[in-house]
Nanobody, 125 residues
Framework: VQLQASGGGLVQAGDSLGLSCATS????????MAWFRQAPGKEREFVAG????????YYADSVKGRFTISRDNAKNTVYLQMNSLKPEDTAVYYC???????????????????WGQGTLVTVSS
């Protein structure tokens, strides 16, 4: 299974940016999908997750109300729309797929089986 993240870039505080993650080589609709991020010198952290059907979404408190995760199972793609960006959102953003968790979306990176290569988001003040 391969995940290809795209859409990162340099923006100013208050701007919006959309990320995409296209998958191939597996059955996308059977994976829980999530976005994580890692800032320099910090651990990787959960940002948002979406259930297999797309009906349930979960967010870190730091992004709730500003970010929206969604998925299109017909296109094998998960999205992250980021609004009202802040300098503290600066990080490498990774998409990830979880094959096995049942029930709620996991916020732990260890639960995810496949990872994209990461895309850098830089928010200037």
């Amino acid at each position: 299974v391969q995940l290809q993240a795209s859409g990162g870039g340099l923006v100013q505080a208050g701007d919006s940016l959309g990320l995409s993650c296209a998958t191939s080589g597996g059955t996308f609709s059977t994976y829980v999908m999530a976005w994580f991020r890692q800032a320099p010198g910090k651990e990787r952290e959960f940002v948002a997750g979406v259930s297999r059907s797309g009906s349930r979404t979960y967010y870190a408190d730091s992004v709730k109300g500003r970010f929206t995760i969604s998925r299109d199972n017909a296109k094998n793609t998960v999205y992250l729309q980021m609004n009202s960006l802040k300098p503290e959102d600066t990080a490498v953003y990774y998409c990830a797929a979880d094959r096995t968790t049942v029930g709620a979306v996991s916020r732990g990176a260890r639960e995810y089986d496949y990872w994209g290569q990461g895309t850098l988001v830089t928010v200037s003040s």
